[in-house]
């Protein structure tokens, strides 16, 4: 796809922030031909991200960099000084979006806080991502993914031994996505009004929102008598028994997805358990919520003579049933759809040594999104200051000044 040609062509979002949320927010807009520039710090080598393992050669060529940042060009500025803060607004001045997850405190003191650009650049966005919120008793409090859990209720996840913190960050990548959502809306609202403005949401909002029917059985008590929950059974849906993780005789755990009433027919049918249509237990959905255990029991009497791929290929010839084997991560590499969709990248880290990275989800027509090598720390810093009219004399002033860093 040429960058010309591309969606967000002639778009440009400027980044400033750490990890997750600033990369995911601003990895759709440079997929898809938009010129992203991130204001890498200059005082702490850029973000945190870039030194966390696995390293690969090169100390900012950490795995979740290479494939969240792509080629995307980074400036390292100080904003604590007012040159830095000067080269900032240069940088916003043609800017369509300042997209940024730093914290309420270090936003004012860097000077790109909502109220310090809201006026002097009319017609720019302002995507903020916080961990609590702009306002409210707790605004300042930072956090994260694991910390937003904790304080939402559902830190502990159960596995068969026992809780285990969860470890794939998903509020962090859902707040970043809604946040792009919010992006997206501004722009398109600007269309209309001709003025920018500023769009947030917060690790805790974006959690306390996907609670869904958990916090219906949690926060109604009406409602949670109406529906029984066993907090010990762990391998299956809370609320919907037929969504289960079988229980196979090699030891494999396939998930079994019968949630509606055809599908939990297609099931017990496959599996031989058709009489278990007409036992008044099992007839109605809320039935099998009442008789979860008896249910589940007969099941993996049956699944426990199975191999893991036995009951997939039974319950694909049934049909309308969804289930899928477990995989580990290591073999969703080579998925067959994954890599027919081109959700397979091989990639260029910013030492220039190979890696295999996910790729982004989605297509504009027919068009995939960019990929190219990651970007080194402060690589284009020089670059962006000449593209802004500084001379040399300029660049080197700022560098007197501790204001900016160019990588050797």
Known sequence: ????????????????????????????????????????????????????????????????????????????????????????YRLLEDADVFATNLPSKVLTLSGVAWEDLEERFPRLVGAYVSYAGSDGPDADRTGYHHTAMARLGIAMLASPAGPVLGAIPWIDHGTAGRLRELILVALLQRERTGRGCKVETSLLEYGAETLGYHAALAWTPRLAQRVHVDGKQWDRHH???????????????????????????????????????????????????????????????????????ELVEVLEREGGVPVEAHQDIASVRDDVQLVAREMIWEVEGPDGMPMTVPGIAGRVGDDRPNRERARRYAEDTEDVLRELGYADADIAALERHEAIYRSG
Not at 275 to 300: Q, V, Y
Not at 302 to 307: I, V
């Open 239 to 309: 609320t919907v028994p037929t969504l289960f993780m079988s229980r196979c005789s090699d030891g494999s755990r396939p998930v079994v997805g019968a949630v509606m009433q055809a599908q939990v027919a297609k099931l017990l049918r496959a599996l031989e358990l058709e009489d278990l249509l007409d036992d008044e237990r099992f007839e109605t959905a809320e039935g099998r919520r009442r008789n979860a255990h008896a249910l589940l029991a007969i099941i993996h009497e049956k699944t426990r003579r199975m191999t893991g791929k």
């Open 1 to 88: 796809m040429d960058n010309h040609d591309a969606p967000l062509a002639g778009y440009k979002v400027v980044v400033s922030g750490v990890h997750v949320m600033k990369a995911r927010v601003s990895a759709l807009f440079s997929a898809w031909g938009a010129d992203v520039v991130e204001i890498a710090a200059r005082v702490t080598r850029g973000d945190g991200a870039r030194f966390v393992p696995p390293l690969h050669g090169h100390s900012d060529s950490y795995f979740f960099w290479t494939q969240n940042y792509g080629s995307r060009r980074n400036i390292a500025l100080d904003l604590r000084k007012e040159e830095g803060r000067e080269v900032a």
